[in-house]
């Protein structure tokens, strides 16, 4: 008897090997995406937009249609695609540089807008793509290539904790945070930007999935340390959990009013 298939490379995703770095983050995120686009039936009716940084490589990887945006400015991409094409699913697709710096402006606009658009955040504590910079993530203390004595806060101030800001949006349907450093952790976040995407369906608004990652190469560690320093480090300053959640809000205010 033929053993049962029980892994397949997603269809959503081409026949190509990733480039990211061992350790990185980035491929197990794609391949969560993948999977989903894949089991939602939605391949032929989604966008990914994704602008420099890492994630600029994602064209090489994935079957769907993709658009390359200018440095931080994919909420402003997606914003246009999805006023144009209302029905398509669409995906902004950033690191901590690009979203919590140069596009900054945009990520807040586009959340406070309730653009139906659904972000997923990769935050990793540092500029990757370019060379390890310090990013607004960075930790106090963190050693960086433009920061070699550690992130000074008196100097550059504190790090920006994006969930928690744009929970305080009135635009904004979803803010979760997630990381996947473990299998369950993995899980935890598909199921989060599941919801981001069903949040997107049903119209209700900006959902962003922030993914607390590792990158072993700029911060010099082998990716089981760096594992470990981020459940250590990062994980502590950055809280996994839900700080907004309109659909379980709506749900709960019609549970009471019936």
């Keep these: 008897m033929a053993e049962e298939?029980?892994?397949?490379?997603?269809?959503?995703?081409t026949d190509?090997?990733?480039?990211?770095?061992?350790?990185?983050?980035?491929?197990?995120?794609?391949?969560?995406?993948?999977?989903?686009?894949d089991e939602m039936g939605i391949e032929g009716d989604s966008v990914i937009i994704c602008p420099v940084g890492c994630s600029v490589?994602?064209?090489?990887?994935?079957?769907?249609?993709?658009?390359?945006?200018?440095?931080?400015?994919?909420?402003?991409?997606?914003?246009?695609?999805?006023?144009?094409?209302?029905?398509?699913f669409v995906f902004s697709y950033q690191g901590d540089g690009d979203l919590a710096s140069i596009g900054m402006a945009e990520t807040v606009h586009s959340a406070t807008r309730g653009e139906n658009i659904t972000v997923i955040f990769i935050n990793n504590a540092i500029y990757g793509m370019t060379g390890g910079q310090m990013a607004p993530t960075s930790l106090p203390g963190q050693v960086t290539q433009t920061s070699p004595y550690g992130r000074d806060t008196n100097i550059a101030g504190y790090p920006v904790r994006i969930c928690e800001?744009?929970?305080t949006l009135d635009g904004t349907a979803l803010a979760q945070r997630v990381t996947v450093d473990t299998p369950a952790h993995v899980r935890?976040?598909?199921?989060?930007?599941?919801?981001?995407?069903?949040?997107?369906q049903r119209k209700l608004g900006y959902s962003i999935i922030e993914?607390?990652?590792?990158?072993?190469?700029?911060?010099g560690f082998e990716p089981v340390e760096a594992m470990q320093w981020l459940r250590e480090n990062m994980l502590p300053?950055?809280?996994?959990g839900v700080y907004k959640d309109k659909g379980a809000e709506l749900e709960a205010a019609q549970k009471g009013g019936e």
């Design 57 to 88: 490589t994602m064209y090489n990887f994935f079957n769907c249609d993709m658009i390359e945006a200018a440095h931080g400015r994919a909420p402003a991409v997606a914003t246009g695609v999805k006023r144009v094409l209302p029905d398509t």
């Design 165 to 167: 800001l744009v929970s």
């Design 16 to 37: 190509v090997n990733f480039s990211y770095c061992p350790g990185c983050g980035h491929g197990i995120v794609n391949r969560i995406l993948a999977e989903l686009i």
């Design 237 to 240: 300053y950055y809280p996994l």
């Design 5 to 13: 298939l029980k892994v397949q490379r997603p269809h959503c995703l």
């Design 211 to 219: 993914v607390v990652s590792s990158c072993p190469t700029n911060w």
């Design 188 to 200: 935890q976040a598909k199921a989060a930007i599941k919801k981001g995407i069903e949040y997107q």
